[in-house]
């Protein structure tokens, strides 16, 4: 019987339910569209990462698991590391940030083509003047930039001699010389990919580079270091979905409770009958709280699907700079956030409504 009820209810009312599951939806979605592009963020990272096929990475001292752009390291360093027993070849990059998480590459063509296997051109062609750059698929998309176009990046006008397949490292590439000099770093890098003879010596070589030169050099095996890039290694990102869950955790109580709140101010005469009718305060009470965990299941479904949206819409527009990944595993933890800010903000107004006198209730207008 309460089922029906509530059911019922909820038919007779579509605009009243299509407003509330929408309401309880916006912060499903946002709490799920932050926390994908958090680990979107990650995953796209160790995916380019990969892509240069390094065994080894090494970063300036004092360098954070994160810091790509700080460029210190000198050609010096480069020389020494490929002079090692088992390195087959090592190379250097320079990272320059600009507008917040976007950043420009500058690479060794030549070394950096035999460790990563070189880029797969869609148009275009490698480097040929100082100013060429090479972009991919990605930042063609946010640009909407093609080969012969000039970008203005760094104050600085770049002609697109290439568009390429995602995947290694950057999204914008250009000679490192080039950068070097334009941003006052000449002959320095932000970090030093090598390649061993064999995955096996991975371990051995990077022991003999930390007890060596590069003592007190943060020295990664390429694969331990992709292991820690995840969000609970990252010092801001987690207290950053921490804040995200709070905001989301309020914002689904306000919304509910908002949401109860007027749906029991249009009921107040519904509410007096069922009392005349012998309606105990338990049972209404259950039945304002059957129709707030019903809503709530349908805002968050509702959340879910919407994310997907959000995902569309930020590959359409900044698949470069924000990519959004689909965490399945936080579709239960968003629901059942939301399934008990819609307990604790129905039971203040439930309250209320079974506490009404019956006379008082059926004479409300």
Known sequence: ?????VLENVRHRPLRTILS??????????????VGLSHGFMADSVRRARGVGADILIQPQGASLMQFTNATLTQKFIDFVATQPHVKMATGVINVAFGGWNQITGIQPEPFYAMSGGFTFVRGHGFEKP?????DTYWRDQTHAHVGDTLNLLHHDWHVCGIVEPGKLSHIFVQA???QQ??????????????????K???????????GKLQGYPVWPMEIFLSQMSVDNIPFLKPFINVVIGIGIFTAFLVVALSMYMAILQRTREIGILKSLGGTRWFILELILAEALLMAIGGTLLGIALSYGTRYAIMQFVPASLPQAIVPEWWPIAGAIVLG???LGAIYPGTIAVRQDPIEALAYE
């Open 1 to 5: 019987m309460m089922f029906r009820l």
């Open 21 to 34: 599951i929408l309401m309880i939806a916006v912060p499903v979605t946002g709490l799920l569209t932050l």
């Open 131 to 135: 100013d060429d750059i090479i972009i």
């Open 177 to 179: 010389p080039v950068l």
């Open 182 to 199: 334009f941003t006052a770093n000449t002959g320095k890098f932000s970090n030093i990919y090598a390649k061993v003879d064999d995955p």
């Open 201 to 211: 010596n991975v371990t051995a070589v990077v022991d003999e580079l930390k007890e």
């Open 341 to 343: 800010a819609a307990v």
